[in-house]
Nanobody, 123 residues
Framework: QLQASGGGSVQAGGSLRLSCAAS????????MGWFRQAPGKDREFVAA??????????ADSVKGRFTISRDRGNSKNTVYLQMNSLKSGDTAAYYC????????????????WGQGTLVTVSS
């Protein structure tokens, strides 16, 4: 029901935009989050956006470089993660998550998860 895409390989300083397309239920009002997991590390919070889109949250490590947004102008209910000034430390599998009532930095808040999309940043 959540399909993440847009990952790939990029050099340090480059940009990528990840997409998370929701289907099968009405995600347009759900809180949405992005998390990532680097090899050998725990999954960590990256960014989140409220159901209304008015509130956004970022991990300190990505503030000023990443931007989360959502597009409800079509039926796809897509959430984006624009990633600029990428660093080797951003290399990870990125996951999107959704919840009908909650939004925040904790994994436990989210009931729905997509598969990961891999981002590799080379220095």
């Amino acid at each position: 029901q959540l399909q993440a895409s847009g990952g790939g390989s990029v050099q340090a300083g480059g940009s990528l935009r990840l997409s998370c397309a929701a289907s099968g239920r009405t995600f347009s009002s759900y809180g949405m989050g992005w998390f990532r997991q680097a090899p050998g590390k725990d999954r960590e919070f990256v960014a989140a956006i409220s159901g209304s889109g008015r509130n956004t949250y970022y991990a300190d490590s990505v503030k000023g470089r990443f931007t989360i947004s959502r597009d409800r102008g079509n039926s796809k209910n897509t959430v984006y993660l624009q990633m600029n000034s990428l660093k080797s430390g951003d290399t990870a599998a990125y996951y999107c998550a959704a919840d009908p009532l909650r939004v925040g930095a904790q994994e436990q808040l989210y009931d729905y998860w997509g598969q990961g999309t891999l981002v590799t940043v080379s220095s």
